[in-house]
Protein backbone atom coordinates (compact mmCIF):
# COMPACT_ATOMS: atom_id res chain seq x y z
CA UNK A 1 0.00 0.00 0.00
CA UNK A 2 2.78 2.43 0.66
CA UNK A 3 4.54 1.41 -2.72
CA UNK A 4 1.31 2.58 -4.37
CA UNK A 5 1.24 5.80 -2.16
CA UNK A 6 4.74 6.26 -3.57
CA UNK A 7 4.48 5.62 -6.68
CA UNK A 8 1.30 8.02 -6.91
CA UNK A 9 3.39 10.83 -5.55
CA UNK A 10 6.15 10.71 -7.80
CA UNK A 11 4.02 10.95 -10.81
CA UNK A 12 2.48 13.95 -9.24
CA UNK A 13 5.52 15.35 -8.13
CA UNK A 14 6.80 14.42 -11.91
CA UNK A 15 4.00 16.19 -13.13
CA UNK A 16 4.05 19.07 -11.47
CA UNK A 17 7.84 20.01 -12.34
CA UNK A 18 6.96 19.37 -16.02
CA UNK A 19 4.12 21.61 -15.91
CA UNK A 20 6.43 23.95 -13.83
CA UNK A 21 9.10 24.08 -16.44
CA UNK A 22 6.39 24.11 -19.72
CA UNK A 23 5.05 26.96 -17.56
CA UNK A 24 8.40 28.88 -16.83
CA UNK A 25 10.01 28.44 -20.43
CA UNK A 26 7.40 30.09 -22.09
CA UNK A 27 8.44 33.57 -20.09
CA UNK A 28 11.89 33.06 -22.12
CA UNK A 29 9.36 33.47 -25.42
CA UNK A 30 7.53 36.55 -24.63
CA UNK A 31 7.39 39.45 -26.88
CA UNK A 32 9.47 43.11 -26.58
CA UNK A 33 7.85 45.62 -24.47
CA UNK A 34 10.41 48.18 -25.87
CA UNK A 35 12.56 49.11 -28.55
CA UNK A 36 12.67 48.31 -32.55
CA UNK A 37 10.96 45.22 -32.25
CA UNK A 38 8.27 45.82 -29.79
CA UNK A 39 4.74 45.79 -31.09
CA UNK A 40 3.87 49.09 -30.76
CA UNK A 41 7.38 50.64 -31.74
CA UNK A 42 7.16 53.31 -33.96
CA UNK A 43 9.40 52.34 -36.19
CA UNK A 44 12.45 54.08 -37.75
CA UNK A 45 12.78 57.73 -35.97
CA UNK A 46 14.13 60.96 -38.16
CA UNK A 47 16.18 63.31 -35.92
CA UNK A 48 18.62 65.58 -35.65
CA UNK A 49 21.84 65.11 -34.01
CA UNK A 50 23.69 67.02 -31.90
CA UNK A 51 25.64 69.38 -33.40
CA UNK A 52 27.57 70.05 -30.02
CA UNK A 53 27.28 70.11 -26.52
CA UNK A 54 23.60 70.73 -25.21
CA UNK A 55 23.47 74.46 -23.47
CA UNK A 56 23.97 74.39 -19.96
CA UNK A 57 20.12 74.66 -18.52
CA UNK A 58 18.67 72.73 -21.53
CA UNK A 59 17.98 69.75 -19.41
CA UNK A 60 15.72 71.79 -16.65
CA UNK A 61 14.03 74.26 -19.50
CA UNK A 62 10.36 73.56 -19.59
CA UNK A 63 10.30 74.63 -23.38
CA UNK A 64 10.71 70.65 -25.38
CA UNK A 65 13.40 71.67 -27.84
CA UNK A 66 17.34 70.91 -27.43
CA UNK A 67 19.38 73.75 -27.41
CA UNK A 68 23.27 74.03 -28.61
CA UNK A 69 25.41 77.03 -28.53
CA UNK A 70 27.91 77.36 -31.29
CA UNK A 71 30.66 80.42 -32.00
CA UNK A 72 31.71 80.12 -35.62
CA UNK A 73 34.55 82.20 -36.79
CA UNK A 74 33.63 85.73 -38.50
CA UNK A 75 33.57 85.22 -42.17
CA UNK A 76 31.73 85.97 -45.70
CA UNK A 77 30.26 82.01 -44.89
CA UNK A 78 31.29 80.12 -41.87
CA UNK A 79 29.79 76.86 -42.07
CA UNK A 80 27.43 75.31 -39.78
CA UNK A 81 27.22 71.77 -40.24
CA UNK A 82 24.18 69.94 -38.83
CA UNK A 83 23.26 66.06 -38.88
CA UNK A 84 19.80 64.24 -39.58
CA UNK A 85 19.46 60.60 -38.43
CA UNK A 86 17.66 57.57 -39.15
CA UNK A 87 17.17 56.20 -35.79
CA UNK A 88 15.63 53.60 -33.43
CA UNK A 89 15.69 50.94 -35.49
CA UNK A 90 19.05 49.88 -35.00
CA UNK A 91 19.24 49.47 -38.79
CA UNK A 92 20.17 51.62 -41.32
CA UNK A 93 17.55 53.31 -43.69
CA UNK A 94 16.48 50.73 -46.17
CA UNK A 95 16.05 52.70 -48.86
CA UNK A 96 16.67 57.07 -49.77
CA UNK A 97 14.64 58.92 -47.06
CA UNK A 98 13.93 62.79 -47.90
CA UNK A 99 13.99 64.66 -45.13
CA UNK A 100 12.19 68.25 -45.35
CA UNK A 101 13.87 71.09 -43.54
CA UNK A 102 12.48 74.30 -42.14
CA UNK A 103 13.04 77.48 -39.73
CA UNK A 104 9.93 77.84 -37.02
CA UNK A 105 10.22 81.41 -35.47
CA UNK A 106 7.29 80.74 -33.22
CA UNK A 107 9.66 78.19 -31.81
CA UNK A 108 12.64 80.67 -30.95
CA UNK A 109 9.78 83.05 -29.79
CA UNK A 110 8.69 80.59 -27.48
CA UNK A 111 12.01 79.40 -26.56
CA UNK A 112 13.39 82.87 -25.66
CA UNK A 113 9.88 83.32 -23.26
CA UNK A 114 10.06 79.63 -21.26
CA UNK A 115 14.22 80.20 -21.16
CA UNK A 116 14.40 83.27 -20.66
CA UNK A 117 16.35 83.84 -23.40
CA UNK A 118 16.89 87.25 -25.84
CA UNK A 119 18.37 85.44 -29.19
CA UNK A 120 17.48 86.81 -32.12
CA UNK A 121 16.30 85.11 -35.35
CA UNK A 122 19.24 84.84 -37.69
CA UNK A 123 18.16 86.85 -40.83
CA UNK A 124 17.22 84.55 -44.27
CA UNK A 125 19.18 86.79 -45.86
CA UNK A 126 22.20 85.92 -43.55
CA UNK A 127 22.06 81.99 -44.72
CA UNK A 128 21.60 79.30 -47.05
CA UNK A 129 19.06 76.23 -45.99
CA UNK A 130 18.46 73.70 -48.23
CA UNK A 131 14.68 72.71 -48.34
CA UNK A 132 15.34 69.15 -47.91
CA UNK A 133 18.31 66.51 -47.92
CA UNK A 134 18.16 62.68 -48.56
CA UNK A 135 19.70 60.09 -46.11
CA UNK A 136 20.72 57.94 -48.44
CA UNK A 137 19.88 53.89 -48.06
CA UNK A 138 22.32 51.63 -46.41
CA UNK A 139 23.31 54.90 -44.27
CA UNK A 140 22.45 56.13 -40.61
CA UNK A 141 22.65 59.63 -41.41
CA UNK A 142 23.38 62.49 -43.69
CA UNK A 143 25.43 65.79 -42.92
CA UNK A 144 24.19 69.28 -43.96
CA UNK A 145 25.87 72.51 -44.60
CA UNK A 146 24.12 76.00 -43.58
CA UNK A 147 26.46 78.65 -44.73
CA UNK A 148 26.11 81.32 -42.44
CA UNK A 149 27.12 84.92 -43.23
CA UNK A 150 29.16 86.54 -39.94
CA UNK A 151 30.08 89.45 -41.24
CA UNK A 152 26.81 91.09 -40.17
CA UNK A 153 26.78 90.34 -36.43
CA UNK A 154 26.44 92.48 -34.07
CA UNK A 155 28.75 92.77 -31.28
CA UNK A 156 27.17 91.72 -28.10
CA UNK A 157 24.28 90.19 -29.63
CA UNK A 158 23.38 86.06 -29.76
CA UNK A 159 21.60 84.66 -32.71
CA UNK A 160 20.06 81.51 -33.44
CA UNK A 161 18.05 79.47 -36.00
CA UNK A 162 15.84 76.90 -35.30
CA UNK A 163 15.56 74.11 -37.59
CA UNK A 164 12.06 72.28 -37.77
CA UNK A 165 12.34 68.79 -39.71
CA UNK A 166 8.83 69.04 -41.53
CA UNK A 167 8.24 65.84 -43.46
CA UNK A 168 10.36 62.66 -44.30
CA UNK A 169 9.48 60.25 -46.75
CA UNK A 170 9.70 57.09 -44.14
CA UNK A 171 9.29 56.80 -40.51
CA UNK A 172 8.35 59.09 -37.71
CA UNK A 173 9.30 62.72 -37.06
CA UNK A 174 11.35 62.59 -33.64
CA UNK A 175 9.11 64.95 -30.75
CA UNK A 176 12.34 65.72 -28.96
CA UNK A 177 14.60 66.15 -31.43
CA UNK A 178 12.04 66.82 -34.66
CA UNK A 179 13.29 70.51 -33.97
CA UNK A 180 16.37 72.26 -32.51
CA UNK A 181 17.62 76.07 -31.59
CA UNK A 182 20.94 75.89 -32.09
CA UNK A 183 22.79 79.85 -31.09
CA UNK A 184 25.02 80.99 -33.36
CA UNK A 185 28.08 83.67 -31.96
CA UNK A 186 30.62 85.22 -33.95
CA UNK A 187 34.19 85.48 -32.79
Not at 5 to 19: C, D, F, P, T, Y
Not at 28 to 45: E, H, W
Amino acid sequence: MNNIKENKMKRILSIAMLLSVLLLSSCLKSDDLIGPDAKNSVGAIIEFDNPDYIASGSLTASVKLARYQLTLPKGAASPLKIRVNYSGTGKSAPSDVTVGLGVDAAALTLHNTQASKNYNLIPATWYTLPSTVVIPAGQAGVDFIIPINTNNYVTGQTYALPLKITSASQGTISGNFGAIIVAVAAQ
